[in-house]
């Protein structure tokens, strides 16, 4: 572990540390407006990045394209199966946890980091709060369910991006007086960067002729089982020949998905992972995105670009309901392409979903600087009207 903090940090009542506990870049995104809504308030904040996201690519770029302050502690603890990631992020946390004294620990989303973060501080008695709370896909299949549904069964205060996660919080026994509907921070990130997405340079840079898709492909059910992987890898190729195809490829399935034929041919494009401005630039600018990924379905809701979701479930139905996205099969991929293809630019169905208004920061960090005070903030005190098109 390697450790930036300042000597002499201890639990100081009189001015409480909020540790942000950030692993994957989908964390670093959502945290970042929550980072700036504390800093505003001029709470004592610090980051701690446990490494599960620990390429460049994955990580350091993240930082810097989101303004993110140097973390006080980096654990470097890597990929490996669930069980040793787990354990060596609890063992690394715990001692990150113990030695600053934080009031507060805040997750975000449903990786191994936000899971391991809830269970060390559960066993410490210190308080936590979980941003982008109860999101289900009722797919117990899924690890990132179980991580959900555990974060938020031990947290002290949960952060619901939607209307709908709240009901899965009522019908599980939570206190609704511990859950706060704030909207989505990830979409306050999309608003502060949109100025600087700008599709053709890397579309230029890419050598993208001016119509094309993005694929991102992930998930443990996709790229896992090898049948699997060629099922859907023979899909996104039928698509490619449609439309070129981008694939900023994740480290994880890379293999997998490359033994099932994913390389690079005259109408895929397999390339590294890209920051976090050059990947929105290159998915505003697409005409299709195919996707297994969460925060891609949200992020094309806003920027209306039509989003083809490859898994039989998804934990943010509002991007179906309010939005551009379709759960489809492998088999009927191509044929949803087609019709996405032709159907020209999307635009999300009459209201953005509630409160997804670049303000949910701010909301999240009022409702820390409150219980940081003793103040007991309620849930109504945060709800304001949603905003329309």
Request: glycine content about 8%.
């Amino acid at each position: 572990m390697r450790d930036n903090a300042p000597p002499g940090t201890t639990p100081d009542p009189d001015n409480p540390l909020v540790l942000h506990v950030l692993g994957a870049r989908p964390n670093f995104v959502k945290a970042a407006p929550v980072v700036r809504g504390l800093a505003a308030l001029g709470v004592r904040q610090g980051i701690v990045h446990t490494g599960q996201h620990y390429d460049a690519l994955m990580s350091d770029v993240f930082f810097a394209d989101l303004g993110l302050p140097e973390p006080i502690a980096n654990l470097g603890v890597g990929s490996g199966s669930h069980a040793r990631q787990t354990a060596a992020l609890l063992t690394g946390l715990e001692d990150v946890v113990l030695a600053h004294g934080p009031a507060l620990v805040v997750v975000y989303g449903d990786v191994n980091s936000t899971l391991a973060a809830i269970l060390v501080c559960s066993k410490l008695h210190i308080p936590t709060a979980h941003v982008e709370a109860g999101l289900r896909s009722f797919d117990r299949e899924m690890p990132e369910e179980v991580n959900r549904v555990v974060t938020d069964a031990l947290s002290d205060i949960l952060f619901a991006t939607s209307p709908d996660a709240l009901s899965h919080l009522a019908n599980e026994g939570v206190d609704p007086a511990r859950v706060h509907l704030v909207g989505n921070p990830m979409i306050d990130s999309l608003f502060s960067a949109l100025d600087r997405l700008d599709p053709a340079p890397v579309r230029s840079r890419l050598g993208l002729p001016e119509r094309y898709g993005v694929a991102t492909l992930h998930r443990p059910g996709n790229v896992d089982d090898p049948a699997s992987a060629k099922e859907l890898v023979d899909a996104v190729l039928a698509v490619s020949e449609r439309v070129p195809i981008a694939v900023p490829l994740h480290p994880r399935g890379r293999a997998r998905l490359a033994e099932a034929g994913l390389v690079n041919g005259e109408n895929l494009l397999i390339i590294d992972p890209l920051g976090y401005v050059d990947f929105l630039s290159l998915v505003r600018g697409a005409s299709l995105v195919v996707t297994d990924s969460g925060g891609v379905q949200e992020e094309t809701t806003m920027l209306g670009v039509p989003c083809l979701t490859v898994r039989p479930n998804t934990e943010r139905p509002i991007t179906v309901t309010h939005g551009t996205n379709r759960l489809v099969t492998p088999a009927l991929l191509p044929a949803a392409a087609d019709r996405a293809l032709a159907d020209g630019a999307a635009t999300p169905s009459g209201e953005l979903p509630p409160l997804w208004d670049g303000k949910a920061g701010p909301r999240i960090a009022r409702v820390i600087e409150a219980w940081l005070a003793g103040r007991n903030l309620s849930p109504a005190a945060q709800a304001v009207p949603p905003k329309s098109l």
